[in-house]
């Protein structure tokens, strides 16, 4: 069982910028998700445990770029132009067992999460 530690979330106005962190060891890939109050849990980001693929949400596209120190035991979700609709709680994911370079973008396919940061952004 991996142990996942986010920080970064915070309030923030509206098109601004914010950078969360996940410090996690292993060799997993690692997803990215939000949850704001009302709604099911979306999928933000993931990137491989190699760190040469990635995938975005439609929703932040553009917007937000995941990525990770292999060396720092990190993954990083760097945040710009935030939106109030962003506002929620982002919650960083593991996936034990991966290859190199598989992505997922499925909650279910994580089996290891953390206890989640809070994201609000300001109009």
């Known amino acids: 069982q991996v142990q996942l530690v986010e920080s970064g979330g915070g309030l923030v106005q509206a098109g601004g910028s914010l950078r969360l962190s996940c410090a996690a060891s292993?060799?997993?890939?690692m997803g990215w998700f939000r949850q704001a109050p009302g709604k099911e849990r979306e999928f933000v980001a993931a990137?491989?445990?190699?760190?040469?693929?990635?995938k975005s949400g439609d929703s932040v596209k553009g917007r937000f770029t995941i990525s990770r120190d292999n060396a720092k035991n990190t993954v990083y979700l760097q945040m710009t132009s935030l939106k109030p609709e962003d506002t929620a709680v982002y919650y960083c994911a593991a996936k034990y067992g991966s290859s190199l370079f598989d992505i997922y973008s499925g909650s279910h396919e994580y089996g290891n999460w953390g206890q989640g940061t809070q994201v609000t952004v300001s109009s």
């Open positions: 990137i491989s445990w190699s760190g040469s693929r990635t």
């Open positions: 292993g060799r997993y890939a």
